[in-house]
């Protein structure tokens, strides 16, 4: 089965939070509490999209974005993991990026984990680059690299 065929991606709403948040904690190393997701999604909904198996109408992924300094941000990113590897996470990205495009964004900049190697190559996959690193950046000590890509 093509599983892509199954999957729409659209604009989260309020009744997805609570999906939301089960994904991004299941799947992100993350310190972030529901109240601070709830809180991103109250101020950066428009940001938010939802990937939806239509077959059993669970949620299997989602991408947070956000506007920050003045540039788009991508605040967390996951696909539930028997869903990966199939385009969902790409389809997240490319949509989002449309919108970031409309709204008259030049850049998007997110962080990654340095030893999150599936992320990183997913992010490089879609035209990120490395720009600098933020020593001790994550709650755990752990450096993070900060991607960037020209809209
Ligand atoms: C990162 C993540 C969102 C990617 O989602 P996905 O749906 O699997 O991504 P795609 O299928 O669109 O992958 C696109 C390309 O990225 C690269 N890629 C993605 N995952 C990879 C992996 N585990 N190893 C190597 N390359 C990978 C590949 O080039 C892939 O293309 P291919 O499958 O044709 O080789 C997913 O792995 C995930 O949820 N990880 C856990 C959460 C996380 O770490 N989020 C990011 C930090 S906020």
Known sequence: MCIMASIEVRQAEEGDLRAIIKLWQRNIKTINTATDIAK?????????????????????GFVAGAAKDGHAHISGIAVERRYRRQGVGSSLMKN???????DGFKRITLEVRKSNRAAILFYESLGFKPC??????????????VYEKEI
Do not use: T
């Open 132 to 145: 600098s690193v933020i020593w001790g950046y994550y709650a755990d000590g752990e450096d993070a690299i």
């Open 40 to 60: 991103l999604y109250r101020y950066f909904g428009r940001y938010f999209l939802i990937a939806v198996d239509r077959e059993c109408g669970a949620a299997v």
């Open 96 to 102: 989002l990026h449309d919108i970031f495009q409309k």
